[in-house]
């Protein structure tokens, strides 16, 4: 029997998600609501969304897993007025980028046998269905929180949903969520926009500092460019666990501060010895990531050299899992990276451009 899906909020993560479902799902069911009605038309009309919802009403009783994709502090806000309808099997899931709040608020509702927290780790510098792709969450990985009573068979379905969509479930608790993700994403958006306010607020008449800030500058403080509403609603959210390691990080400063006042180059040098090792890990960690199967090519920035590149392994039936060009000359002129999803493919690839004479750089 075909499941119904239930969406309160169909931006770009929402709308990446039911778009997904509906290409694993094709007799799927798909209601919607959001506060855009125009946006939700257009779901309709695409045909993504099968009802579109004028609120939270009773056909959403109809669903077996409803999501909720509005932001942060609004999807708790939802709880209530939904489990009234939750029919016997079904369940609340949601995509926030934080989790205890949300899991406190279901255990305040007596809830928790009737949610999974879940996060897709995906996003982008544009918001809106408008947007949502469901490549968006290819490969990403989508953490998934069960509460204490949370029954195993609405874990294991999100898992498997999860996998049609082509993302990577990982199980985790709603406060180990939190820290890792205050660690390797909220901190570097704060610290991503102080550098960049640092470089405007401290920059010369002649704007030297702008006019240079490019490759590894312009690398790290991307995020800055990431919606101030958005953040603003996520730091209020997770602001104990964000307290805790900016204040590891504000520490780890004052300490290489302390280096360079005393001419402690041996300090510094350990920073960058500690930090290189662990970071050179990254690429090859076995515990979430699967290993990566890539290597470098040496290509000439200018167009066309993705296309020849991307023809050359098409050609050979070798698929391609992510590509694209490295425009920071720091680290190697216009190199190519190119990842493949198992080793076999990237053996192949290997011999293929190799046989066009492009030359490889940098094996992974």
């Known amino acids: 029997m075909a499941s119904t899906y239930g969406f309160i909020g169909l931006g770009l993560i929402g709308g990446s998600i039911a778009k997904g479902l509906r290409s694993a799902e094709p007799d799927c069911r798909i209601l919607a609501y959001m506060r855009t009605r125009a946006r939700l038309e257009l779901a309709r009309s695409e045909g993504i969304v099968d009802l579109a919802l004028s609120g939270i009403d009773d056909a959403l009783a109809e669903c077996d897993i409803i999501f909720l994709c509005t932001p942060v502090e609004y999807n ?7 489990k009234p309808l939750l029919k016997p099997g079904a369940f609340i899931t ?5 989790k205890s709040s949300i899991q406190r608020t279901v255990e305040q509702l007596s809830m928790e046998q009737l949610f999974i927290g879940g996060h897709p780790m995906a996003g982008s510098e544009k ?5 949502s792709d469901p490549l968006l969450l290819e490969n990403i990985f989508y953490l998934l929180c069960p509460t204490a009573k949370t029954p195993p068979a609405f874990t294991a379905r999100m898992e498997a949903l999860v996998r049609s969509l082509r993302a990577n479930p990982y199980v985790i608790t709603a406060a180990e969520h939190d ?3 205050a660690t390797i994403s909220h901190l570097p958006h704060l610290v991503a926009a102080a550098l960049v306010n640092l470089v405007q607020d401290t920059d010369s008449e002649r704007h030297t500092m702008k006019q240079l800030a490019a490759g590894g500058f312009k690398d790290i403080t991307r995020i800055a460019s990431s919606s101030p509403v958005m953040w603003q609603q996520i730091f209020s959210s997770n602001r104990a666990a964000v307290s805790a390691v900016l204040r590891q990080y504000i520490s780890a400063m004052e300490a290489i501060e302390q280096a360079l006042l005393t001419d402690d180059m041996s300090a510094i040098h350990e920073l960058f ?9 990254l690429a090859d960690e076995h ?5 990566q199967y890539s290597f470098s090519v040496h290509v000439a920035d200018r167009p066309g050299a993705i296309s020849i590149i991307s023809a050359i392994l098409a050609a050979g039936g070798v698929s391609i899992k992510n590509i694209g060009i490295n425009h920071n000359r720091e680290s190697g002129d216009g190199a190519l990276r190119i990842e493949f999803y198992d080793a076999d493919s990237c053996l192949k690839a290997e011999h293929l451009v190799q046989k066009y004479n492009f030359v490889i750089e940098a094996r992974k």
């Open 179 to 181: 820290q890792a993700v």
């Open 94 to 98: 949601d995509v926030g980028s934080t």
């Open 273 to 281: 010895t500690r930090s290189g090792s662990f970071r050179s890990q």
């Open 287 to 291: 515990g979430l990531m699967n290993a």
């Open 76 to 82: 708790e806000s939802y709880l209530s007025r939904l």
């Open 127 to 131: 918001s809106g269905y408008e947007y």
